[in-house]
T-cell receptor, first 115, second 115 residues
Framework: DAGVTQSPTHLIKTRGQHVTLRCSPI?????VSWYQQVLGQGPQFIFQ???????GRGNFPDRFSARQFPNYSSELNVNALLLGDSALYLC??????????????FGSGTRLTVV | KQEVTQIPAALSVPEGENLVLNCSFT??????LQWFRQDPGKGLTSLLL?????REQTSGRLNASLDKSSGRSTLYIAASQPGDSATYLC??????????????FGKGITLSVRP
């Protein structure tokens, strides 16, 4: 079975540009979360989507937005890029059933560099 | 606000040594705790998941324990090998749904196992 897949793996953008990152969860997983990891830090929570609805949002500016599609894949969009947005962006999927969580599985991430 | 601490930030040991990685968290009201491994520039690989009702989990040479009341978890690695060299992160989840379902990470412990 395919794990969590993210695309692209790397990209370089200029300050002020817009970027879209994509994530496909593990088959059967309906929950997708996004995290930002800057160098030397632990990942920070950005968004969680479950059944195509936003279920949680971290402390990130409105320049960050996301959505989940009917096939449970997800996009993270970042507008007006700043140098500080340079980071590894991680997507995680999980299987939820009856309130029980079976742990998060992470993708390999997208390395975003803003110049 | 939940805070997760992992000390020390880095650790170097000779091959074959048994070692313990520590994780502490400030809010003992957690849903579960998950240990991850991260190789340089890569995504996160889940190692062990401990539910709040459990005291420990084992997988191969790895054993993780959880003491909710004291806000501590340990990851025990037996007979360490150079291939164990990586950054180890612990993450706690507060609840089962909504904003509480996010993971709060420590900064990680970078382990180097010398041949």
């Amino acid at each position: 079975d395919a794990g969590v897949t993210q695309s692209p793996t790397h990209l370089i953008k200029t300050r002020g540009q817009h970027v879209t990152l994509r994530c496909s969860p593990i088959s059967g997983h309906k929950s997708v979360s996004w995290y930002q990891q800057v160098l030397g830090q632990g990942p920070q929570f950005i968004f969680q989507y479950y059944e195509k609805e936003e279920r949680g949002r971290g402390n990130f500016p409105d320049r960050f937005s996301a959505r989940q599609f009917p096939n449970y894949s997800s996009e993270l969009n970042v507008n007006a890029l700043l140098l500080g947005d340079s980071a590894l962006y991680l997507c995680a999927s999980s299987f939820e059933w009856g309130g029980a969580n079976y742990g998060y599985t992470f993708g390999s991430g997208t390395r975003l560099t803003v110049v | 606000k939940q805070e997760v601490t992992q000390i020390p930030a880095a650790l170097s040991v000779p091959e074959g040594e048994n070692l313990v990685l520590n994780c502490s968290f400030t809010d003992s009201a957690i849903y579960n705790l998950q240990w991850f491994r991260q190789d340089p520039g890569k995504g996160l690989t889940s190692l062990l998941l401990i539910q709040s009702s459990q005291r420990e989990q084992t997988s191969g040479r790895l054993n993780a324990s959880l003491d909710k009341s004291s806000g501590r978890s340990t990851l025990y690695i037996a007979a360490s090998q150079p291939g164990d060299s990586a950054t180890y992160l612990c993450a706690v989840r507060k609840g089962s749904t909504g904003a509480n379902s996010k993971l709060t990470f420590g900064k990680g412990i970078t382990l180097s196992v010398r041949p």
